[in-house]
């Protein structure tokens, strides 16, 4: 019997914005069969990252392109670089412009040197947006697969 691939969500949301983001991630993991955990930044209990195949990591960008400290927390709680971590971010360019929008996903998904690009989401993913969180993570799926296959 082939044991189901697990992911986790680990999202960090004031506005809500992320939260949506992370749920639909569930939505479209759960329709390619991956079993899923969320897990909120700063409210739930550490996550022991070992036990997942894949970790996505959702934050907003704070003040002028900082990651929130509750993120910076969750990193130090992993305490290391795990090679499956895929980042995603929500941000508004009405008040950063483009070079601050959804800086703080582009800083995490340097510093994990994560093998897909992160996700950019204006504001909420509804409408047209919706669509490009699904293709992002069946990207995520399908490269990760062809990752496996290579190794």
């Not at 909420?124 to 993570?137: C, E, F, L, T």
Request: net charge negative; charged share 25%.
């Amino acid at each position: 019997m082939v044991s189901k691939l697990k992911a986790i969500i680990a999202y960090l949301s004031y506005s809500g914005n992320t939260k949506e983001t992370a749920e639909l991630i569930e939505e479209t993991l759960l329709k390619e069969n991956v079993e899923v955990e969320m897990h909120r930044i700063g409210i739930d209990l550490p996550i022991s990252p070992e036990q997942y195949d894949y970790i996505f990591l959702g934050t907003f960008t704070w003040e002028r392109g900082s990651t929130p400290d509750e993120v910076k927390d969750f990193v130090l709680e992993i305490g290391y670089k795990p090679p499956n971590i895929f980042v995603f971010g929500t941000g508004d360019t009405q008040f950063g412009g483009d070079d601050l929008f959804c800086l703080a996903a582009s800083k995490l998904a340097i510093f994990y040197n994560s093998s897909y690009p992160e996700l950019k989401i204006e504001q909420s993913p509804r409408g047209s947006q919706a669509k490009k969180v699904i293709d992002w993570v069946e990207g995520v799926l399908y490269g990760a697969k062809y990752n496996l296959k290579q190794g």
